[in-house]
């Protein structure tokens, strides 16, 4: 369970840090210089910056329900797995812009918390 742990913040580095940069890299000038001026973000930015928003809101619940797993050794691996693919897939159909496909996999990674905060009542 550590390693998925680790999985998840390495997709909150590729999410947050990553993406808005590898899009933006047209702006190289903006990036290097002192960012004074409102850099014009093109529309796959601005995607990212929402998907990196919206798994910053979840991701505080999913390592706390991750850590009191370890301690108290409850097995949520698979459901910790399922959380982490539909994040993946939710950020890919955010990137990509399909809309409806985006709700029901951050709906199902809601229902993946859930499950794993019940599995440790």
Do not use: H
Request: charged share 10%; proline share 2%.
């Amino acid at each position: 369970m550590t390693y998925l742990i680790i999985m998840a913040l390495l997709l909150t580095f590729v999410q947050v840090g990553m993406l808005p940069l590898i899009f933006n890299l047209g702006s190289v000038n903006y990036l290097l210089g002192n960012r004074d001026e409102n850099n014009p973000e093109n529309i796959f930015v601005g995607r990212a910056k929402r998907a990196s928003s919206n798994l910053l809101e979840s991701l505080p619940s999913f390592l706390a329900l991750a850590i009191l797993s370890i301690i108290l050794t409850v097995d949520n691996s698979a459901l910790m797995l399922y959380w982490l693919a539909l994040r993946v897939a939710y950020t890919v159909s955010y990137l990509i812009g399909i809309a409806y496909l985006r709700t029901v996999l951050w709906f199902g990674s809601v229902v993946c918390m859930v499950m794993m905060a019940l599995a440790l009542i």
